[in-house]
């Protein structure tokens, strides 16, 4: 084949476009894939620097709590000397803006973060009354990463309620007491267990001494009104424990705690493994994942009998040596808040002797009681109470409709039967403190609809609370030192309950509106957290001799912005 000049100078020109076409091309995508390399740099820089910035809030959250606990850790620590700490603290010139803040260098970069000591704000209730323990700090962190930088402004709320720590959860244990979670009760709000967490799908109830076990589910939790993931705090010590309802040991074995560590009776979690809280939320009824929470926890505080002992020996604003309220006249009726009652007997005892004849006498306390029956022909009356009472002795309500703005301490056992209890204003309720043991039993027993009882019920010995026959729904919330609720859902009806296959079916009207005839499988037993117990309690003890700071509160914060 002959091939021309004009051939060979036009393949010549066609093989020099095409190189340099190809070198443009290469250039391109060099050029391409090296701004490529630079943002995807400068976007890594960008979210380095968030992150930086947001260890930084962390971290002078963390130094000013741990100078809070270090401070109420060292002695007895009154509320004013607290407020004048918090103020040091907050306004410390290390902190400050405008002294230069904390620089924090890191290996991705460097952190600088303070306090705007100008913009620190107080802290009010819901009554628009000034929290003096708290305060909001502003904290502002900048993160710089490789010239790229990031502010991180927070809002984050210090300080105490000085109350007991028992009231902030819906459900608790004291002094490595058990939580025993028995079937489908329902928690709205937060629990905290100092000892083990000890589930069951399976309910409890005694017929004469005989423990008898029905199937159900595991207790479901939902979250508080005001928050958005329900916690739950557990002694960084202890585990949660699943019931084998197929290899259960005895009932007074599991209630002891003896078996726990046989692997036949129970599944272990602990709540340090990782991913500890979706393994130990998957463990609950239609539950929302839980913030698993674990720490040493603090010892129990709360001083009962010292308390009522002091009232004694003080004086109070009225005294009985026993309290009988059988009327919705009684004058216990409209007793303020700060009103002071005391109950108990008192008797003389000769401490001095001449020869036969007694010299000196002394007073001693002895042990009496508050009761209160509103038992009548025609039903329970429905009877009030308010005040503040200290009882040396046993508490008693039975078939009353009893209506409470009333705080308790009982140096004895609590006994609710055949009664409800709701607060006399909408905010108002009953809080107790009792040394021996709570029982509320045979509340709206086989009945469709629950009665409410309204209150925090706290004692230093064990408690139990039944939704098996009886139908509560308790808004407030409960502590003890070793706990047992036990539930079922749906109906009973002479010691007959559904199968646990059908209590499983829950149908809740407000996420399935395409069932509202459905009947509920609502738990027997609800307990829901009253957002008001820590104001309640802190307009009881107003005026009240000085508390010492045990606690402090988790910082919390309020709000972030970058």
Not at 209 to 214: L, Q
Not at 345 to 365: H, I, N, P
Not at 501 to 524: E, G, K
């Amino acid at each position: 084949m002959h091939i021309t000049k004009s051939e060979k100078g036009y393949a010549l020109l066609l093989a020099l476009t095409v190189l340099i076409i190809l070198s443009i091309l290469g250039l391109s995508l060099i050029t391409i894939t090296s701004n490529s390399i630079v943002k995807n740099e400068n976007r890594e820089n960008i979210v380095q620097a968030k992150d930086v910035s947001d260890k930084g809030v962390e971290f002078l959250t963390a130094s000013i709590q741990k100078e809070l606990q270090t401070y109420i850790s060292a002695g007895t620590v009154g509320k004013a000397d607290f407020q004048t700490k918090l103020n040091q603290i907050i306004q410390n010139s290390r902190y400050s803006c405008t002294s230069g803040g904390v620089e924090i260098p890191s290996e991705s970069g460097q952190t600088n973060v303070c306090v705007d000591v100008n913009n620190i704000q107080n802290v009010y209730n819901e009554k628009n009354e000034l929290q003096e323990l708290k305060k909001i700090i502003p904290i502002i962190s900048t993160g710089i990463v490789n010239g790229k930088k990031n502010v991180t402004t927070s809002r984050v709320m210090f300080g105490t309620d000085a109350i007991p720590d028992q009231l902030r959860y819906a459900i608790s244990t004291n002094n490595g007491g058990n939580l025993y979670l028995h079937g489908g009760v329902e928690v709205q709000g937060d629990l905290k267990s100092d000892g083990n967490l000890i589930l069951s799908r399976q309910a409890t109830w005694f017929s004469g001494t005989t423990a008898r076990w029905e199937d159900s589910v595991t207790t479901r939790i939902r979250q508080a009104a005001n928050s958005v993931t329900p916690k739950l705090i557990l002694n960084d010590q202890k585990n949660v424990f699943v019931l084998n309802t197929n290899n259960k040991p005895t009932y007074d074995e599991h209630v002891a705690g003896t078996r726990l560590t046989n692997t036949a009776n129970y599944t272990r979690f602990s709540p340090t493994a990782t991913n500890a809280s979706a393994a130990i939320s998957a463990q609950f009824f239609n539950s929302p994942q839980l913030n698993v929470i674990t720490k040493d926890l603090s010892d129990d505080t709360v001083e009962i009998t010292g308390t009522i002992l002091n009232k004694a020996a003080r004086g109070t604003n009225k005294r009985y040596t026993t309290l009988n309220i059988t009327t919705s006249t009684h004058e216990t009726r409209s007793f303020a808040k700060n009103y002071e009652t005391l109950v108990a007997g008192e008797t003389e005892q000769c401490v001095s002797w001449f020869v036969f004849w007694c010299t000196k006498y002394e007073k001693t306390l002895t042990k009496s009681s508050l009761t209160i029956n509103g038992a009548t022909n025609s039903g329970n009356r429905t009877i009030d109470l308010s005040g503040t009472y200290y009882v040396y002795g046993d508490l008693n309500v039975t078939n009353t409709n009893l209506r409470t703005d009333a705080l308790i301490y009982v140096d004895g056992n609590v006994t609710i039967r055949e009664s409800t209890l709701n607060g006399i204003r909408e905010n108002s309720t009953l809080i107790i403190f009792a040394t021996g043991e709570i029982n509320i039993s045979n509340i709206s027993v086989d009945r469709d609809t629950p009665s409410i009882i309204k209150g925090f019920f706290y004692t230093k010995s064990n408690m139990i609370m039944y939704g098996v026959g009886s139908h509560i729904q308790l808004q407030g919330g409960i502590s003890a030192n070793r706990l047992i609720l036990t539930a079922v859902r749906g109906i009973s009806k002479s010691n007959t309950f559904e199968s646990g296959a059908a209590q499983a079916l829950l149908y809740d009207h407000d996420r399935n509106p395409i069932t509202p005839n459905v009947p509920q499988r609502n738990s027997r037993l609800t307990v829901i957290y009253d957002q008001n117990l820590i104001s309640e309690y802190t307009d009881f003890m107003r005026d009240k001799e000085e508390e010492f700071i045990t606690e402090i509160n988790a910082p919390e914060t309020i709000e972030r912005s970058y």
